[in-house]
C-alpha cells in the first residue's frame, strides 16, 4: 500500500515497530521450482498469541488481561475498549450490523470511486465513471483520442485537465483483432483500486488537503455514522465534524506500513476507522518506530478511534486473512448471496475495505 513514510526505510528495519510488520506478514508457500522460502508455523498462519482478540474478550466476559479497560461512555450504548498505556485509542467490536457492512462495502466499490473522488487509477487514466457496473458487464477501458487531437488547458466537471487521451468504456466484443491501443478490463481496474478521496480532496504528493480541487461532501449517511461512532473519543457536548475520508482497499498480499496521520488541523478530533471485509492484523505503536507496538485483530464491521495522543503513534496494518478459514466473512457471504451481488461477493473474499473520516478544520 503506503509503504514507507520516512526516508531512512533501510535504518527502520532494525525498529521495534519493523520486526513486528516482519512477524505478522503473510509469507508465500515455497516455490515449487527450486528451493523455496521456509513456510510459516501453523500452515502458514503464524503465531498470534500475542495478538489481542477484543471479541473473544466480549465474549467471554472474564477479567480484562492487564492494561485492557472498557470505558464507559454516557450517550453511547456499544462495548469500547481502550489501552491504558495509548490514551486516545478507542476500540469498538463489533460496531456494524451485516446489512450496515454490506451497505458500506456496495458504495466503496460503486459510489466512492466516482469523480469528482480521485483515486489511485485517475493520475494514469483521468476520472473513470461507473467503475463497478463496468466490471459487472465485463467491459473494457479503452483508449480514445480527443478529435484534435491537441491536449487542453481546460479542465472537465471533475477537475482534470482535458487529455489528447481519453479512455471509455466498451464491450468488450467491439475490440477489435489487432487493436493497438491501450486497454485494460473493468475487472482488472478494480481489482488495482488502491484508495479513494471522499470530501475535501487529499493530495498525495504533497500530503496535504487541497481546497481548490471540486469535490462533494461526505454522504449524509456516513457522516451521520461517523458522528455517532465518534462520541467516545470527543469532549461532552461537542460533536465531530467530518469533512474528509480516505478510502483504503486491500487485495490478497497488501499490506500497509508503519505511519502517522498527521495531516489534519486539529488532533484532538478523532480519525473514525471502518473495518469491512476480510480480517486483518493492526498494529499500534508509539512516537517512534523504537517501541513495540500492540497488535490486535480488527474484523469487519469493527471501528477504530484515534485521536489526541493517539493521533501521534505508528500505526499500520502488516496483513490481511484470505484464506476461508480466517476471513471471518461469512455473514457477508449469506447477505450478499445475490445475483446482483456476485461480483462484489468475489471480490470481498479476498479483499479488504477501510473507511477513515476525519475533521479536517
Not at 212 to 221: C, E, G, R, T, Y
Not at 308 to 322: D, K, L, S, Y
Request: with cysteine; net charge neutral.
Amino acid at each position: 500500500m503506503y509503504g514507507e513514510t520516512e526516508p531512512a526505510a533501510a535504518a527502520s528495519e532494525r525498529t521495534a515497530f519493523r520486526q513486528a510488520e516482519k512477524k505478522y506478514k503473510l509469507y508465500k508457500p515455497p516455490s515449487t521450482k527450486g528451493r523455496g522460502r521456509k513456510k510459516p508455523i501453523d500452515g502458514g498462519v503464524g503465531d498470534l498469541s500475542e495478538v489481542v482478540d477484543f471479541h473473544a474478550l466480549l465474549a467471554c466476559g472474564v477479567e480484562l488481561p492487564a492494561g485492557i479497560c472498557r470505558c464507559n461512555c454516557p450517550g453511547f450504548d456499544l462495548p469500547v475498549f481502550r489501552f491504558l498505556d495509548r490514551p486516545g485509542f478507542y476500540f469498538i467490536p463489533g460496531a456494524l450490523s451485516t446489512e450496515q457492512q454490506c451497505f458500506w462495502i456496495r458504495e466503496s466499490l460503486k459510489t466512492f470511486p466516482q469523480p469528482p473522488n480521485r483515486t489511485n487509477l485517475t493520475a494514469l487514466y483521468g476520472p473513470i465513471f461507473d467503475l463497478l457496473t463496468a466490471a459487472q458487464n465485463q467491459k473494457v477501458l479503452l483508449e480514445v483520442q480527443n478529435s484534435d487531437g491537441q491536449e487542453s488547458n481546460e479542465r472537465s466537471n471533475s477537475g482534470e485537465k482535458t487529455r489528447s487521451i481519453n479512455f471509455k468504456f466498451v464491450e468488450h466484443s467491439k475490440i477489435e483483432k489487432g487493436e493497438t491501443r491501450r486497454s485494460t478490463t473493468a475487472t482488472t481496474l478494480v481489482r488495482k483500486l488502491r484508495w479513494s478521496t471522499l470530501g475535501l480532496q487529499f493530495d498525495w504528493s504533497k500530503r496535504n488537503y487541497d481546497v481548490s480541487l471540486p469535490h462533494n461532501s461526505i454522504l449524509d449517511a456516513l457522516a451521520t455514522l461517523a458522528k455517532k461512532m465518534a462520541i467516545p473519543a470527543m469532549p461532552s457536548g461537542v460533536e465531530f465534524s467530518p469533512e474528509a475520508a480516505i478510502v483504503n482497499y486491500y487485495g490478497p498480499s497488501d499490506m500497509l506500513g508503519g505511519h502517522v496521520d498527521d495531516m489534519e488541523a486539529d488532533w484532538t478530533k478523532p480519525i473514525v476507522s471502518i473495518s469491512l471485509g476480510c480480517k486483518c492484523i493492526f498494529l499500534l505503536g508509539g512516537k517512534t518506530r523504537d517501541e513495540v507496538p500492540r497488535a490486535m485483530f480488527l474484523r469487519s464491521g469493527d471501528i477504530v478511534l484515534m485521536a489526541g495522543e493517539a493521533r501521534e503513534r505508528f500505526h499500520g496494518v502488516p496483513r490481511i486473512f484470505t484464506e476461508i478459514d480466517q476471513q471471518e466473512i461469512s455473514g457477508l457471504v449469506s447477505q450478499l448471496s445475490g445475483d446482483d451481488d456476485r461480483f462484489i461477493l468475489d471480490y470481498i473474499h479476498s479483499s479488504r475495505i477501510n473507511i477513515n473520516i476525519r475533521q479536517v478544520y
